[in-house]
């Protein structure tokens, strides 16, 4: 066998591999339509971690675990549970789609202010705020805390 052919087998073989990897990757549904169902599940942690009393905190350091769901807590160790999980998804994000989503959904800064207060464009932080609300929003999907009706 010459070398030539197993050079291409072995980068056939890579292409295939790093196919399926992104076809893998992608989201079962457009994730843009659920962006609104993930500012509400902002707003309610908001208001879960006040009710708890404690300040929502982008960097929670709970050391229990949890596993909540979208549905309503009535309880306290559910609204702690609650907390906690959407604490440990906020953590995937990195430090600006973390500032980006604690001022526009958690502290309700308009995308005016944020760009001001971050020293980015409007336009900027439209498009990052976006993309950080898709991302947590996969996130969410992906730990079964957003559920996407027919899929449940």
Excluded: W
Excluded at 4 to 14: G, H, I, M, S, Y
Excluded at 51 to 58: A, H, Y
Excluded at 101 to 126: F, N, P
Aim: aromatic share 8%.
């Amino acid at each position: 066998m010459s070398a030539a052919l197993v050079v291409r087998c072995v980068q056939a073989k890579r292409a295939a591999e790093e196919q399926e990897l992104t076809s893998a990757t992608k989201p079962p549904v457009e994730v843009a339509f659920y962006r609104k169902y993930t500012e509400g599940m902002l707003r309610r942690y908001m208001y879960r971690s006040m009710e708890i009393g404690r300040v929502p905190s982008l960097l929670g350091d709970f050391s229990f675990r949890g596993k909540s769901s979208n549905r309503r807590g009535y309880t306290f160790e559910d609204a702690v549970i609650f907390v906690h999980d959407v604490e440990r998804c906020l953590t995937r994000l990195n430090a600006v789609e973390r500032e980006l989503v604690g001022r526009i959904a958690l502290q309700e800064y308009t995308l005016m202010e944020t760009a001001e207060l971050t020293g980015m464009s409007v336009r900027t932080v439209v498009r990052r705020y976006s993309d950080a609300l898709d991302r947590l929003t996969r996130v969410f999907l992906r730990l079964k805390l957003l559920q996407v009706p027919g899929n449940c």
